[in-house]
């Protein structure tokens, strides 16, 4: 375990790592909300169905499955580095390629590629900013992933409600095609990002990690310290290690909690607009769209104080409390389905901002509680069932909405934040100023104490 990186101070260069890691999250919070923008126009310009409607918006959940699983595996083989930049390169060619479609399935085909992308660069770039971070660091700047998420939200539905302002419906097309630009801007700040040490130590590469800490923290570091622990080298690797206690229990919280609570958040954002027509909010290009936007910044503004809080209280406190209260606003609607707009916008306002904690710990946990030779595989894995949760109520809820009604939707809804309550408050660890790898062995009295030396 590396107690040099552990207590490295927290320098410029972890400041532009988490920036350029900042970019899966940012692009996935912009692609997954910018079609809910884009199905305003897109609706009457392809003549969508329900059914096509609720198929696009699953497509790029259900690539995200794909993806996490996947290249979470291949990360922790063939390195962080290596695929670091090339789910930038696919993003931008489906991003592109969305100008010209001209098809339901055209659109959920690149939407579905678009997914698997986004979903690669989770394990890929969070393993990578936590095998680098300070101990006393690691919470808040992991934390602040989401953070850059729901900002990608925010600044879709404001790029969407301009594109509507000055083009109208038939923009959705430019819609569509303007995450290409995003992508291009973090291709260019990724540049030059080193590979984990962590990684190289447990691959073998004992002097290049050594060459990689000395160059980027200007620390010394015995190569010996960055060597994985025997314990979790031994026996079955990767997907099956996961299945081992005590990783078992840790994969199944990781995966449950994420999906109970991604599943009503995504359908929020993907159709506010017809969740807030639902309760009496007028419809058209401006007062549903800015009022999902409201709500996309509420959710952000949630996770500031839970970013202090794991820190001071801890994770496990945070993450019991934030859902217990959440559930709270679901019911609230469940119950009064035909409570004015002005209500259901301060109460979803409300849900929003209580799930700040959750949010902050989506890849915290998963980061924390796992080591270097799984640690992107148990990333990738919480991903991909998160995004099961996400596409089906992403694909359901139109459906409830036109089939149930707006109250027992809410009350579906309030019932999976239910169950991510029970299981947090069965099996939600305490990971606060743990060392990394103590964190992922389990032993968690065992903080980063000793004092790096300064490279000459």
């Known amino acids: 375990m590396s107690r040099t990186i552990d207590n490295a101070p927290y320098t410029a260069f972890h400041r532009r790592l988490a920036l350029a890691c900042s970019g899966g999250p940012l692009l996935d919070g912009y692609i997954l909300s910018i079609v809910g923008v884009a199905l305003i126009g ?35 083989r063939i ?15 489906c991003s592109v390629l969305s100008f010209w479609v001209d098809g339901v399935w055209a659109i959920a085909v690149l939407r579905f590629v678009l997914g698997t992308a986004v979903a690669a660069d989770y394990p890929i770039a969070t393993s990578l900013l936590a095998e680098w971070l300070p101990a006393r660091d690691r919470g808040r700047l992991l934390g602040k992933q989401i953070i850059a998420w729901y900002a990608g939200s925010v600044l879709a539905y404001l790029v969407g409600y301009l ?28 540049r030059g990002t080193p590979e984990s040490p962590r990684w190289l130590a447990a691959h073998g590469r004992v002097g290049d990690a050594v060459r990689a800490v000395e160059k980027h923290l200007g620390v010394r570091v015995d190569g010996r310290e960055l060597m994985p622990d025997p314990a979790a080298s031994a026996g079955p690797a990767g997907l099956r290690l996961l299945l081992t206690p005590p990783y078992r229990r840790r994969t199944l919280f990781c995966g449950l909690f994420f999906f109970c609570q991604v599943g009503p958040l995504f359908a929020m954002l993907t159709f506010g607009p017809q969740i807030l027509g639902s309760f009496g909010m007028p419809g058209g290009t401006v007062l549903d769209t800015l009022g999902t936007g409201l709500i996309s910044l509420v959710f952000l503004l949630g ?43 301060t109460a979803l306002c409300a849900y929003a901002f209580l799930c700040g904690g959750p949010n902050v710990l989506d890849w915290t ?32 809820l139109p459906l409830s ?12 809804a309030a019932g999976a934040t239910a169950l991510g ?28 104490r000793r004092t790096p030396v300064p490279v000459s």
């Open 303 to 345: 996770c500031y104080p839970a970013l202090r809080l794991i820190d001071t209280r801890g994770r496990r406190p945070v993450i019991v409390w934030s859902f217990a209260l959440m559930i709270l606003p679901l019911v609230l609607l469940g119950v009064w389905p035909a409570a004015p707009a002005a209500v259901a916008v």
């Open 163 to 190: 594109f509507l302002q000055a083009g109208g419906q038939g923009s959705w097309r430019w819609m569509l095609a303007s995450s290409s630009l995003l992508c291009a801007v973090f291709l260019v700040i990724r």
């Open 421 to 448: 309550l029970l299981v947090c408050v069965l099996w939600a660890e305490e990971t606060r100023g743990t060392a990394l790898g103590a964190a992922a062995t389990g032993d968690a009295a065992a903080p980063a």
């Open 42 to 76: 897109m609706r009457p310009d392809l003549g969508l169905s329900t059914a096509d409607v609720s198929l696009i918006g699953a497509a790029a959940l259900l690539g995200m499955f794909v993806g996490g699983a996947l290249f979470g595996v291949l990360t922790d």
């Open 79 to 93: 390195g962080r580095e290596v695929m670091y930049t090339a789910d930038l390169l696919v993003m931008i060619v």
């Open 401 to 412: 909405l036109n089939g149930l009604g707006t109250g027992p939707t809410m009350l579906i």
């Open 365 to 396: 946990y998963p980061n924390e509680l796992f080591p270097t030779e799984i640690r992107a595989t148990a990333v990738g894995v919480a991903t991909s069932v998160s995004r099961i949760g996400a596409a089906v109520g992403t694909y359901l």
